[in-house]
């Protein structure tokens, strides 16, 4: 059985798709032992030390979107009467354990997390999300966290329709977080650079765009037209089809997208953000600063290409 921070089964209305593509509810999952708790968390560690053994440049743990770090953050999950249910704090010891333990690996400045304030996805709400994240951000502000990735709702669960837009936003805990704020939702090419141009967001995050554009950083930085993605292949247990079959750009049109951007006299030089802090790939706590040409920073101060930022992706149903 899956293990939760509760027994209960997540809500009738939630489907998760079965290799054979049917729809089924998810398995009931199983409340885990406070004495299971510390392995769990261990377990997070382990994951660290093998990224950082294989290069990768830092870790963002997932802490949102109804998965298990969110499952003890919530209380319309988490119905636990021990050190790890109740309070706020309580509901916020498991993730900043796993914090802990994933920098213990990776350093701070190479360990982030992705958190989804105002989000309601697979069951996951709270009674008072703005007190149990501001108090979460409190903790955090102690720590030299690489950024916290925020999911800015285009849509929320509820009513009795479904999905309904919402105005809710993440701009009240970008006012109380005093590190590198990432924020990811639908974003456009535009909205993107304007959540940069206002100071909402240091980072924007991209995944369904990055799916079907796998050079998504080269067609913003040429304005080159996206392919369109489909969305009935995101899901699918097929290792090819919806993944890796999107073409990129050919060199013919790369070269005719940079000479447009020459004629427009647009700048592209690379300036540091002020708030970015990375280790150089030499430090003995980080695994490799790879250059790429392709990657897309965004400053306060500009649109920019710079050939040494990391870049990343997140997940499609987000992105």
């Excluded at 769990?40 to 990768?56: C, M, P, S």
């Excluded at 997932?62 to 953050?73: K, N, R, S, T």
């Excluded at 765009?209 to 489909?230: H, Q, V």
Aim: glycine share 8%; net charge neutral.
């Amino acid at each position: 059985m899956p293990v939760s921070s509760t027994a209960r089964s997540l809500p009738k209305d939630c489907l998760i798709r079965l290799p054979e593509g049917e729809m089924a509810e998810y398995s009931p999952p199983r409340s885990l032992t406070t004495e299971e708790i510390p392995l769990i968390v261990e377990q997070f560690r382990l994951a660290a030390r093998n990224a950082r053994r294989a290069g990768f440049d830092g870790v963002e743990i997932h802490g949102g979107h109804g998965y298990l770090v969110d499952q003890f953050f919530k209380d319309g999950i988490n119905d636990r009467t021990d050190m790890y249910g109740g309070s706020i704090q309580n509901r916020c010891r498991f993730g900043l354990e796993v914090i802990e333990a994933v920098a213990s690996q990776m350093g701070e400045e190479r360990t982030a997390i992705r958190v989804s304030p105002v989000i309601d996805h697979l069951g996951a709400v709270d009674s008072n999300p703005e007190a149990l994240f501001l108090h979460l951000i409190s903790e955090l502000n102690k720590r030299n966290l690489a950024y916290i990735h925020m999911t800015e709702p285009r849509f929320n669960n509820k009513g009795a329709d479904g999905l309904m837009e919402t105005t809710e936003n993440c701009s009240k805990f970008r006012e109380r977080y005093d590190g590198v704020l990432m924020l990811s939702g639908g974003f456009t090419r535009e909205s993107g650079m304007e959540a940069i141009r206002s100071g909402a967001a240091d980072m924007v995050s991209y995944g369904r765009l990055f799916i079907s554009n796998p050079d998504l950083p080269l067609r913003f930085a040429i304005e080159a037209t996206l392919n369109a993605y489909d969305r009935s292949t995101f899901y699918t247990h097929d290792q090819y089809v919806g993944y890796l079959d999107y073409p990129k750009l050919t060199s013919d049109e790369i070269r005719q997208g940079w000479s447009k951007q020459k004629q427009k006299k647009k700048t592209r030089s690379g300036l540091p953000h002020p708030k970015l802090k990375i280790q150089p790939a030499s430090s003995p706590t980080c695994g490799r600063m790879l250059p790429s040409p392709l990657t897309m920073f965004a400053t306060p101060h500009s649109h920019i290409t710079s050939p040494l930022t990391p870049i990343v992706a997140c997940s499609p149903n987000n992105g």
